[in-house]
């Protein structure tokens, strides 16, 4: 983010996509008559179309709606390349290796959605802040023109500390879910 008196306006936003809806009950007929193969390319078909939402979504984002990229013009091999201004790095991956903060986004994007529960999005997180359909995608969108995705590499104990206080919640809670990156025995 940009400092205010720099006079550039930067952007940050949140997103949810899905293409789940009623996947789950046709693979699992497909599933149910004995036709695994079917089963697996419907669930497959719902993942990448969930993906190319949240890649068209982006898009509309870069070059519509907070309009910073108007004159984008970028064949599929550099959409592929990731060649556009800003990324959507999501909860869960190496840039943002909690999980849990997925509950954050779902509270800013879809109050109304809860445990077990879809809200206006048609998507819900599982206890375990996975969500339901599994083809859907979430994450967050940086504007910015240098940002790049990085992945979190092994934290300390005070950094794993620090960021316990600032969620308000048990350091046990932090370290399960941020176990891969402990840079420390617990």
């Not at 800003?86 to 509950?103: F, L, M, N, V, W």
């Amino acid at each position: 983010m940009r400092p205010k008196d720099s006079g550039v306006t930067d952007y940050v936003g949140g997103f949810i996509t899905t293409a789940g809806i009623g996947a789950e009950e046709v693979a699992k007929a497909y599933q149910d008559a004995g036709d695994d193969y079917n089963s697996i390319m419907v669930k497959a078909l719902a993942d990448r179309l969930a993906e190319a939402c949240a890649e068209w979504l982006h898009q509309q984002v870069r070059k519509e709606y907070w309009g910073y990229a108007k004159d984008e013009q970028l064949d599929n091999e550099a959409l592929i390349k990731e060649q556009y201004s800003g990324i959507r790095p999501a909860p869960g991956y190496p840039a943002c290796p909690d999980h849990t903060e997925k509950s954050t986004l779902f509270a800013l994007l879809d109050p109304e959605a809860s445990e077990g529960r879809a809200g206006r999005s048609g998507v819900f997180l599982t206890e375990h802040f996975a969500m339901f359909p599994a083809a859907a995608v979430s994450g967050w969108y940086f504007a910015h023109p240098q940002a790049q995705y990085f992945a979190v590499g092994k934290v300390d104990q005070d950094q794993v500390q620090s960021y316990t206080e600032r969620k308000g919640q048990d350091l046990a809670v932090s370290e399960r879910w941020l176990a891969p990156n402990l840079g420390y025995d617990n």
